[in-house]
C-alpha cells in the first residue's frame, strides 16, 4: 500500500491497481491475488482447504464446550482463554491418527490417552487444576469420583457433559456433592458411554471455588 498525489482524483481499479481514499489520503495498492473459485478447486490449495476446515471444526467445538461451562469460567478471570482454548482443540484434534488430513476431529482425540491427559492439565486462569489428586471411575451402574485428602474443600460440584462434535451442540447434568472426609463419592451416570463425555470438577470451600478442572480416568 502506498500514498500518492495527483491533481486527478483516482477511485476504482486501473489494471492490476486499486486507488481509493483512506484516512483522507489518496492510496493506492495492487490487486489481491487471492481467487475464490481456485480455493476452492485448485489442487495447489488443497493444504490450505484441509487446514482451514480442521481450524473451523475446532473452533466451533471449543465454542459449544467454553458455553457450557460459562457459569464457571468467568470466575476464571482469563481474558485470554478462547485463545487457550482454541489451542487446546487443536492439539486434541491433532492426536486423531485415523482421519484422514483436513477431516480429523476433536472426539477422536479426547478419547486417546494423551488426549486426556491435555484435558487433565489445562488450566481456568487463576483457578489451579485438579492433574493427578482427583479421578473418576466409570461402571455400568455408577460413576465414582476419588479425591486426594489433601484438598481443603467441603463441597464439590460436577458438571457432565455429552458433546457433539459433529452437530456442534452439548447436553450437560450439575451435580452438587457435599463432602464428609470420604475418599469416594458415587455421582449420577446421565449419557450412554460411547458418547463423548467431559467432567469438569469444581471444588469449594464455603462457596468459594478453589480449583476447577477437567478429571477424568487415570492410565
Excluded: W
Amino acid at each position: 500500500m502506498a500514498t500518492y498525489e495527483s491533481l486527478i482524483k483516482i477511485k476504482g481499479a486501473v489494471g492490476d491497481l486499486v486507488f481509493y481514499t483512506l484516512n483522507g489520503k489518496n492510496v493506492v495498492r495492487k490487486k489481491s491475488g487471492f481467487n475464490k473459485t481456485a480455493f476452492k478447486k485448485s489442487p495447489a490449495y488443497e493444504k490450505v482447504r484441509q487446514n482451514s476446515s480442521e481450524f473451523g471444526h475446532c473452533s466451533k467445538v471449543g465454542k459449544i464446550i467454553r458455553q457450557a461451562l460459562e457459569p464457571y469460567i468467568k470466575k476464571a478471570e482469563d481474558p485470554l482463554l478462547y485463545q487457550k482454548f482454541a489451542k487446546l482443540m487443536t492439539e486434541i484434534k491433532d492426536l486423531d491418527l485415523i482421519s484422514e488430513r483436513g477431516k480429523r476431529n476433536v472426539a477422536k482425540g479426547m478419547i486417546t490417552k494423551k488426549g486426556k491427559l491435555l484435558l487433565r492439565k489445562f488450566q481456568f486462569g487463576i483457578k489451579p487444576n485438579f492433574e493427578n489428586r482427583a479421578s473418576i471411575s466409570l461402571d455400568s451402574a455408577e460413576n465414582n469420583l476419588s479425591i486426594e485428602n489433601q484438598l481443603p474443600c467441603d463441597e464439590v460440584v460436577m458438571l457432565t457433559i455429552k458433546v457433539d462434535c459433529e452437530n456442534y451442540t452439548t447436553e450437560s447434568f450439575e451435580e452438587a456433592i457435599l463432602l464428609e472426609h470420604q475418599k469416594k463419592i458415587s455421582f449420577g451416570k446421565h449419557f450412554l458411554e460411547e458418547d463423548v463425555i467431559l467432567y469438569l470438577m469444581i471444588a469449594k470451600k464455603k462457596e468459594e471455588i478453589l480449583n476447577m478442572g477437567f478429571v477424568n480416568e487415570l492410565d
